[in-house]
């Protein structure tokens, strides 16, 4: 165990540790993370933990991934600052099948003795007694210790609602830890940081269990140099579903990396030597876009194979350097009825979603950022018509960094 750890604190993937000395000194162990089941994609900023379960395997461990088919049913309090919206059992299978797809392409689901095993919580929380789950294991819980978590202070600080629902939050965790135990014999819980309480939990249920020790592991928060947090854009979340987001704007975004953030993204996000990563960190100037380009591929290989990250690398080389329109461009389409006898080529873009409203779109195009087949638009009224859409649509730059394809459909 100690050489995954000790890869984990030389890439910056290691934040807390509940006993880092007695995690070292296991052998081969069974971990997991929980991943809840609130939408039909994990975004980058999941990414983190995903690659955790991916090192540890590596590693010759097995990793479990934790589907929240049923704490979804209750809503995590840990860094919201409001309730979470409740979600149908339909909607949450729904997420949970769209959400199994990604964890496939960097962890191996096969028999071997590392193989990772995918598990629904509520395959056990469904089924709990509530006056048997109270009298066997809420009698392990202080109140007081759990008001004192930073998940459950910052929303009663800011004299925000915590409901008894998300109160129960970190009690079905720590039950979840010691079902998996029993069920696997898992012995380490990963996740973020701002899951340290509920990770703690279960740590200590397991001790008042009498269960073997078991081990808690966080990563950092990770966000860019700008402070901005990891996964969010201007344009909104770096969806790993390429229904949500397509791979070419994947790869622009790790192309599109701040210098300060290059060595640690390499280091987070790729499976680069680190005397590689400390080669490229090294680099200048312009060089360090080749760095970035290196990043790009590398990550975009990982979330959606390297004929998809080769192909963004094509398009961006055509866009940008040839100034042309590459085939793997993102398309956005608008019908025909809806743009009558022409609509302004603001409402287009905030129509298809290409910008996040008209207002933005008139002042893109007010400051000289908005093109059309590379040239700049100056009326903000300019006329979109079906005909100017027809055959392979325009080409429209929102900016220098973002370009789509614009087509009747």
Sequence with gaps: MSEFINELIARGYMHQCTNQEGLADCGSITGYIGFDCTGKSL????????????????????PIVLMGG????????????????????????SNKDALSTVFQRFI?????????????????????????????YGRHFSVNRMLSFDSVKMRLEREQNLSFLEFNYMLLQAYDFAELYKRFGCRLQMGGSDQWGNIVSGVDLARRLSLPEVFGLTSPLIT???GAKMGKTASGAVWLNEAMLSPYDYWQFWRNTEDADVEKFLMLFTELSMDEIKRLAALKGKEINDAKIILANEATTLCHGKEA?????????????SGGAGDDLPVHTIAASELGDGMPIFKVLASVGAIESGGAARRLIQGGGLKINNQTVSDEMEAITADK??????????GKKKHIMLRVG
Excluded: C
């Design 389 to 398: 859409l027809a055959g392979d649509g325009i080409k429209v730059s929102l």
């Design 108 to 136: 191996n689901f096969d028999d071997s003795s590392s193989g990772a095993v995918m598990v629904d919580n509520a395959d056990w929380l469904e089924q709990v007694n509530y006056i048997e789950f109270l009298r066997e």
């Design 70 to 93: 049923g704490t979804t049913q209750i809503g995590d309090p840990s860094g919201k600052d409001e309730s979470r919206m409740m979600l149908s059992k339909d909607d949450i299978k």
């Design 309 to 321: 990250a080769d192909a963004a690398q094509r398009t961006s080389i055509e866009t940008f350097v």
């Design 43 to 62: 975004h980058v900023g999941s990414l983190v933990q995903i690659m955790m379960l991916r090192k540890m395997q590596q590693h010759g461990h097995k």
């Design 224 to 226: 860019t140099s700008s």
